[in-house]
């Protein structure tokens, strides 16, 4: 949650601090129910 809140950061780059990809981070979210402030649902 903090790597994706800091400003100006993208799912991908927050995926690639955290050590898995970036597909990996969206089910996480999804999984967790967990919504980023700020951020829309992509193509939702």
Same mark, same amino acid.
């Given at each position: 949650?903090?790597?994706?809140?800091?400003?100006?950061?993208?799912?991908? @780059?927050?995926?690639?601090?955290?050590?898995?990809?970036?597909?990996?981070?969206?089910?996480?979210?999804?999984?967790?129910?967990?919504?980023?402030?700020?951020?829309?649902? @992509?193509?939702?």
């Amino acid at each position: 949650m903090r790597c994706l809140t800091e400003p100006a950061t993208t799912v991908a @780059q927050a995926a690639d601090r955290l050590g898995m990809s970036r597909a990996t981070v969206y089910r996480k979210l999804g999984q967790y129910g967990i919504s980023i402030p700020g951020r829309t649902a @992509q193509g939702r």
